[in-house]
């Protein structure tokens, strides 16, 4: 009896230890993506087309088809000069989605893998947007940002917080992270009600956590947000366009949400 005892509680250590030991990636379960796997179609019930905007980033935000392919099971979002839409003023003309009104996300992690063409003046962008409150009150993701032909990225978190009372370092609200420029790079975020985490090629870059502070609007993360995929050009941060770089281009192989098991 003593030796089936002793048995049966080894037994249910081991058993323990290996559930311990399972890797991060068995935490999660994938509940939806978009491979792009058909050729020439965006999605329309899950993409729209980012429409202009007065902000830096849309300046030139266009529904113009030479702006968009899908081909090779990629998305491919262009920044081009204006050489043909004569009714549109704008010298440049760049190709965006979104997933507003139609998919939002929250308490599970997105992962994006794309490949960033370079220019100078060029400013891809992967990041997040509140369905349902204004910004900055609502919060702002930056999953990824680029700025010309950096060998990093910008993970960034936007708030009342961090923008409209300026307090950015209680805690961190920003990081960079080195990617490799020639080839495609997974850029993700984990979203939970207290904290986001952020990560480049599945290795963590900084954590972003609710906190005890007097302060309003701190953490507003905790609601549903959707994705925006965009290659935008010029603005006061990236600066100006070389239109002698142009086109050029970012790569978006896939599109993943992943939820807790």
Sequence with gaps: MKN?????????L??????????????????????????????????????RGRPDWNN?????????????????????????QHQDTAPYLTGGVYTKGKKTFTDGKVEIRAKLGSATGAWPA???????????????????E???????????????????????????????????PEDYNIYGVELYTDSLVFYVNRQPVFTYPRIQTEHPGQYPFDQPFYLLIDMQLGGKWVGKVNPDELPVKMEIDWVRFYKKR
Aim: proline share 6%; aromatic share 12%.
């Design 126 to 144: 992967i990041w997040m947007l509140p369905e349902n409150a204004p910004w900055p009150t609502g919060g702002e993701i930056d999953i990824m």
């Design 146 to 180: 680029r700025l010309n032909s950096d060998t990093l990225v910008y993970q960034t978190v936007h708030s009342h917080y961090t923008y409209t009372l300026g307090i950015q370092n209680n805690p961190r609200s920003g990081a960079t992270a080195p990617i490799n």
């Design 4 to 12: 089936y005892l002793l048995i049966s509680i080894f037994a249910s």
């Design 14 to 51: 081991c058993s323990l230890l290996l559930c311990c030991q399972s890797s991060p990636k068995d935490q999660w379960e994938l509940v939806w993506e978009d491979t792009f796997g058909k050729e020439g179609v965006i999605d329309t019930a899950t993409w729209s087309k980012i429409p």
């Design 60 to 84: 030139y935000m266009s529904s113009f088809d030479s702006c968009y392919a899908v081909k090779n099971s990629n998305l491919i979002l262009y920044g081009i000069r204006n050489t043909t």
